[in-house]
């Protein structure tokens, strides 16, 4: 077992994963993306992450619903969630944060703080 | 209408003022009379009381002689002068006293000889023929001949006269003779005197016993009292009885009645000609009075009257002082009343014409209220809708006839008439108002069941000491709609404008920072050029968002208690590495204390970064941007000063508007979306500060925003 910090990231635009791996690698994580919410519930419990990365507005199941399906499984209750989205009028912000979100990171991200911001919230 | 309204009442009130005086004026009249009868009957009795005594008085005096004639042996002529004159001469009455001897006609001779030895040579007994001429009486058995008459004087014709020769004397000769007891003769005219002048005769018996010392008695002669009734009448004088004005004029009449059919008149006072007047009663109302007197054996009615013109128009004038005053009363009354009248008149029509126009003003704030736009619906205090107009009617899919009295709650959702019904109660437990407010939007519900929103603003008046809340209620259904696609459209937009510019800036950013591989020069500028600009993307992404709420007036942000000094140092930092971008050195300046505001650190970040930003990208290359914080009496003022070109003199006052910026070349070279200024005021402003810009002397361009100090209490 690494030092690393097991971050699960459920996004389903490729792209953005592609980039999130780019700011994020070399930083000390361990990394699972997966593209959507029931894929993430699927494989969180086997993962066990240290910290959760969610975008909100997702085909089949939201982002929300996803992190609320996560907090049903065993080890995953108090987990560290952020949230990473382009939706960032204030009051879906707070609905955001209301949900036990630690914090909302706006898209477009800063590629270069990216990992600093998570870590923040560990 | 106006005439007859005036006429009636008052043309009542004249007749009943013209009836009330007659009454009043009959009844005062009716009392006077009364009062007047009173006095008159009074008089009327008295004057008849005084004439029975005087007349009596007379009666009594005669007594006087006849004593003497019985007992003395013999009187003669003188002595008849010594007894009678003091009495002719104490009462005006009498025209004559006389001594009448019964005389056979044996004796006739002896008389008529005997008298002429005292001197009247021609003496014969004598008695008048239907001519009223003097001729010698003629042969009867006994004859009552005026043989002794005092005063001789005026009355000498009547000396030797026959009493017995005329009726009426000779009636009550017999009438004498007869009861042995003195009588009165019917009404005569005297031989001697007036003959216009009604007298009556007094016969007094004398006496004589038939022989001395015998009881028996025979009467021998009379003596004669004639008594001018006129004169008696004379005497009477009603100022003697009364001093009513009014009773001056009395009419006394009397008449000799010893039955009540057969009347003789005997005399009047005031009637000027020997004419009998009418006994009969008049049907005038007149005033009489009968008393009945006694004189010797005969009746006498006294009637005393007043004469109709006199009684008529008695000179009192209480009645008619009566009469007028109430007619005063009833003309002041009837002035009064048509004043009145007037008035009510004139307030009948003004009221008419305030009615007309209150009606028309009611009926246009009908049609205003019915047809406005917006439902109007009022409730009393207790919930009850009292009206409900057309637009109403329209929002809430009732009709006013279904609404009308029944609850405010039947318009509300569940929800809403829960927390109505907490107002409601608390209202009438503290009669505490709670205004509602303008601008409220609660939702409603409509007769099918259907949810609505609605812009609510109500009101409480009172009306006749009745809280009445007016409510006017818009449907914002569709406009809410509206504004929640507008609202998820530009979410949706920007989230989908943000996804792939994510991408994209993340992309860049890997590719300058990260990447390990060597590009020329060209390269890494085009890189720089897009990455500069995907950021300006970004921002423009959400200046569009901000403006957004600035719109629909949903800039709102929660509020701290800030240190001003750690804003600015704050901003400062935050811009640090764009101005190096630009080789621009930034300072600050903080002018102690360190004051604190209350506002929303982000948007004064905001709005600080704003103006940093504009002062690096205008300042030339190698320039200082400095910030100051500086603070008057109320106000906290944040200045940034840049050394660029300062703001153009045509462009000034524009350069708070949006998408505002210099001009086009400048926008291209130095970036920005143009509309930062704008939503910095509008931040500003939401933080009731102000936001300007001026040339300082030293040629520095001087950004700066004020907002009041927040002082603690």
Not at chain 2, 674 to 688: D, Q
């Amino acid at each position: 077992m690494s030092n690393n910090i097991r971050l699960l990231y459920v996004e389903d635009e490729a792209d953005i994963i592609e980039i999130a791996e780019c700011a994020l690698e070399d930083e000390g994580f361990d990394l699972l993306f997966c593209s959507s919410g029931s894929e993430a519930v699927e494989k969180a419990a086997g993962f066990s992450p240290d910290i959760i990365l969610l975008d909100v507005m997702m085909s089949g199941m939201d982002g929300p619903t996803t992190l609320g399906n996560l907090r049903k499984i065993s080890g995953l209750e108090s987990t560290p969630a952020l949230f990473l989205t382009a939706k960032v009028q204030p009051q879906e912000v707070d609905a955001l944060l209301a949900l036990g979100a630690k914090k909302v990171i706006a898209k477009p991200f800063d590629v270069m703080t990216l990992a600093d911001q998570i870590k923040d919230e560990l | 209408m106006r005439r007859y309204a005036l006429n009636i009442p008052v043309s009542t009130a004249v007749i009943i003022g013209l009836l009330v005086s007659a009454v009043v004026f009959i009844n005062v009249k009716h009392r006077e009379e009364q009062e007047l009868r009173q006095k008159f009957n009074h008089i009327a009795f008295n004057i008849a009381k005084d004439l029975e005594k005087e007349v009596n008085t007379q009666l009594y005096t005669l007594g006087s002689i006849t004593t003497f004639f019985e007992t003395a042996e013999f009187v003669d002529r003188y002595d008849f002068y010594a007894l009678a004159t003091p009495l002719y001469k104490r009462s005006s009455a009498f025209q004559a006293i006389e001594w009448i001897p019964i005389v056979s006609s044996a004796e006739q001779a002896r008389y008529e000889s005997f008298a002429q030895f005292d001197g009247f040579s021609d003496f014969r007994f004598f008695e008048k023929n239907a001519k009223g001429e003097r001729i010698p009486a003629a042969n009867r058995d006994v004859y009552y001949p005026t043989f002794y008459l005092e005063p001789y004087q005026g009355n000498e014709v009547a000396l030797g006269y026959d009493l017995g020769s005329e009726s009426a004397r000779l009636a009550a000769i017999n009438e004498a003779l007869k009861s042995k007891s003195t009588t009165a003769s019917s009404p005569v005219t005297l031989i001697q005197g007036d003959h216009s002048r009604p007298a009556t005769l007094i016969f007094t018996p004398i006496f004589k016993k038939e022989k001395p010392n015998s009881p028996k008695r025979h009467i021998t002669g009379f003596i004669v009292g004639a008594v001018q009734i006129n004169h008696l009448l004379r005497n009477i004088s009603p100022s003697k009885y009364s001093n009513a004005s009014t009773l001056k004029n009395l009419n006394v009449t009397l008449f000799e009645t010893n039955n009540r059919e057969n009347r003789i008149y005997i005399s009047s006072k005031n009637y000027p000609k020997l004419t009998a007047p009418s006994y009969r009663k008049s049907t005038k109302p007149t005033m009489r009075n009968i008393q009945e007197i006694q004189v010797a054996n005969k009746t006498w009615e006294v009637l005393t009257s007043v004469s109709h013109y006199e009684y008529f128009f008695l000179p009192n004038l209480n009645p008619l002082y009566a009469a007028g005053i109430s007619m005063l009363f009833f003309i002041t009354l009837i002035i009064y009343l048509i004043s009145l009248l007037k008035q009510k008149v004139h307030a009948e029509n003004n009221l008419k014409e305030k009615t007309a126009s209150l009606i028309s003003s009611e009926k246009s704030l009908q049609a205003t209220v019915e047809n406005m736009a917006d439902g109007l619906v009022t409730i009393d205090n207790k919930g009850t809708i009292q009206s409900f107009n057309n637009a109403a009617e329209g929002i809430f899919g009732y009709s006013q006839m279904q609404v009308i009295g029944k609850n405010v709650s039947l318009l509300m959702p569940e929800l809403t008439r829960s927390k109505y019904d907490s107002y409601l109660k608390k209202y009438s437990e503290t009669g505490k108002k709670k205004t509602i407010g303008i601008g409220l939007e609660v939702e409603g519900l409509r007769s099918n069941g259907a949810l609505i929103s609605i812009d609510l603003s109500a009101s409480e008046i009172t009306i006749d000491d009745q809280a009445i809340l007016v409510c006017i209620t818009r449907d914002i259904t569709e406009q809410k709609k509206l504004e929640r696609m507008k609202n998820e459209f530009i979410s949706t937009v920007s989230h989908e404008l943000r996804t792939p510019l994510t991408s994209i800036r993340g992309s860049l950013s890997i590719i300058i920072n990260k990447s390990q591989d060597d590009f020329s020069d060209k390269t890494k500028r085009m890189l720089a050029t897009a990455e500069r600009n995907s950021k300006r993307l970004g921002q423009l992404i959400n200046d569009i968002l901000d403006l957004e709420k600035l719109d629909a007036g949903m800039l709102s942000f929660k509020e701290d208690v800030l240190h001003a000094n750690a804003i600015a140092e704050a901003a400062m930092e935050a811009s640090e590495a764009y101005a190096k971008t630009y080789h621009i050195t930034l300072s600050i300046q903080c002018q102690p204390p360190d004051l604190m505001i209350l506002g929303n650190e982000g948007r004064l970040l905001q709005v600080l970064a704003n103006l940093l930003s504009n002062a690096i990208k205008f300042s030339p290359a190698a320039s200082q941007v400095k910030i100051e914080v500086s603070h008057s009496d109320t106000m906290v003022r944040f200045t940034v000063f840049d050394q660029g070109e300062g703001v153009s003199e045509t462009f000034r006052p524009y350069i708070f508007e949006r998408f505002s910026q210099a001009d086009g070349s400048d926008t291209r070279e130095r970036g920005g979306t143009g509309l930062g200024l704008n939503i910095s005021r509008a931040i500003v402003e939401k933080h009731k500060g102000k936001i300007n810009f001026y040339r300082t002397p030293e040629n520095e361009t001087a950004f700066y925003f004020e907002i009041p100090i927040f002082s603690p209490k």
